[in-house]
């Protein structure tokens, strides 16, 4: 059964970082393209970032891109979010989901977690 636990999130100011972690198990995680995906209150899911398996390639959209940085460390079956430069707009339930740029929205969520951003 895949499992995916996502942690790390808080209560922030503008400008603010955090690193988000999503423990992953229940499947061959290094074989796995991950995402993380948000929903900000009120608003539908959002795509965030995507790392594929082996290349290791990372895609962003234009909102987060040079501000967010996926990563993964296939040796702890852990996902990464970096996120830098933080906007209000930010604000959103943050999910790891096992999928790539074509299915994350339908993709395995974890159960999220909250990030904040307020001045």
């Known amino acids: 059964e895949v499992q995916l636990v996502e942690s790390g999130g808080g209560l922030l100011q503008p400008g603010g970082s955090l690193r988000l972690s999503c423990a992953a198990s229940?499947?061959?995680?290094?074989?796995?393209?991950m995402s993380w995906v948000r929903q900000p209150p009120g608003k539908g899911l959002e795509w965030v970032s995507t790392?594929?398996?082996?290349?290791?390639?990372?895609f962003y959209p234009t909102s987060v891109k040079g501000r967010f940085t996926i990563s993964r460390d296939n040796a702890k079956n852990t996902l990464y979010l970096q996120l830098n430069s933080l906007k209000t707009e930010d604000t959103a339930s943050y999910y790891c989901?096992?999928?790539?740029?074509?299915?994350?929205?339908?993709?395995?969520r974890g159960q999220g977690t909250q990030v904040t951003v307020s001045s």
């Open positions: 229940g499947f061959t995680f290094s074989s796995a393209s």
């Open positions: 989901a096992k999928g790539d740029l074509y299915d994350w929205r339908t993709a395995t």
């Open positions: 790392i594929y398996s082996g290349s290791g390639g990372t």
